[in-house]
Each structure stands twice: as structure tokens, then as C-alpha cells.
Nanobody, 122 residues
């Protein structure tokens, strides 16, 4: 069992920053962790991922603006979001998959947090 609890969402103006946190508990050995987002009327999309061996990736829409990291002691996954744009608005979810390397396919993830809302105004 894996439990994921997100926090840190909010409303910011374009160009601003937010840092999302995901408190992770349970057995995450050799599991990957990722951030997804979903805007109203759109499908869920991957944003950033951290593999079970500590490597990280971000997707092209957020490259150069978002950074994923993890506090291994406290077992918290972070998503630092800078230079936010209105297109970044959506519900952000933390998720875990039973694989070392994260696919950006939401169907591959078996544990999800409840989400935290991010709203970016122009």
C-alpha cells in the first residue's frame, strides 16, 4: 500500500511560482513517483517523474520551468514550478507506479493522491 497526500496548490499570477509537496508513505521500494495534471475538459497529462533509482524527467511543456525533487529523509516529493503560465492551470496529482522507470501513461499508475488545485491568472 502507498499513500500520497498533495499540498501547496493555490492561485498565482502568470510569471509566479509555487512549490507542490507530496507526502509519501508505505512501501515505495523500486517504485517510481510522478506528477500529473488535469485541466478542465482535458485528459490527465504527465508533468514530471522520478524513477525508483533517483533519476528524474520533466515533459516538454514544462521543461526549464518545473523541477521535481525528493526529500529522501522525510519522504516528500516536490514539484517546484516557476514562470507559471495560465496553461499550467489544473488539478495536480501525485502518483506511483510499480515500475522503476515512470511511463507518462496514467493507466500505468496504481496509487494516486487526492490532488491539489493550481490556478494561474493572466
Amino acid at each position: 500500500q502507498v499513500q500520497l497526500v498533495e499540498s501547496g496548490g493555490g492561485s498565482v499570477q502568470a510569471g509566479g511560482s509555487l512549490r507542490l509537496s507530496c507526502a509519501v508513505s508505505g512501501n515505495t521500494y523500486r517504485r517510481c513517483l510522478a506528477w500529473f495534471r488535469q485541466a478542465p475538459g482535458k485528459s490527465r497529462e504527465g508533468v514530471a517523474a522520478m524513477s525508483g533509482d533517483g533519476g528524474s524527467t520533466v515533459t516538454n511543456p514544462v521543461k526549464g520551468r518545473f523541477t521535481i525533487s525528493k526529500d529522501a529523509v522525510k519522504n516528500i516529493l516536490f514539484l517546484q514550478m516557476n514562470s507559471l503560465k495560465p496553461d499550467d492551470t489544473g488539478m495536480y496529482y501525485c502518483a506511483s507506479a510499480a515500475t522503476i522507470y515512470c511511463p507518462y501513461d496514467s493507466n500505468s499508475f496504481d496509487y494516486w493522491g487526492q490532488g491539489t488545485q493550481v490556478t494561474v491568472s493572466s
